[in-house]
């Protein structure tokens, strides 16, 4: 059954509709109770709780992970960075060097 918010007519056409067909009644409430059944017993709960904690637990270890490999990533290009420097400064110093010879 749906009813359509700010509507008042849909939600009335809704209700008697259910108030006049016992049948439709018995069915949606049937139906209700099987659903209810299925998704919030205790089992489920357990199941749902138990993959939430666990999907939890491979996130942070695949962040940690990720987190690692950035700064391994950042060591080496600091390096990288520094023996550039090293180069540059050695190229410089020795055109000076050159220069006042």
Excluded at 43 to 58: E, G
Excluded at 83 to 90: C, G, P, Q, V, Y
């Amino acid at each position: 059954m749906k009813a359509y918010a700010g509507n008042s007519n849909s939600l009335a056409d809704s209700i008697l509709a259910l108030l006049f067909n016992p049948q439709l009644c018995n069915n949606i409430a049937k139906k209700a109770r099987a659903k209810v059944k299925n998704e919030y017993n205790w089992a489920k709960i357990a199941q749902d709780t138990h993959f939430v904690y666990q999907k939890a637990i491979c996130q942070t270890v695949a962040e940690h992970q990720a987190n690692q490999i950035a700064q391994e990533k950042l060591k080496k290009s600091k390096k990288i960075k520094n023996a550039e420097k090293e180069i540059s400064n050695l190229i410089s110093f020795n055109k000076k060097r050159q220069a006042y010879a």
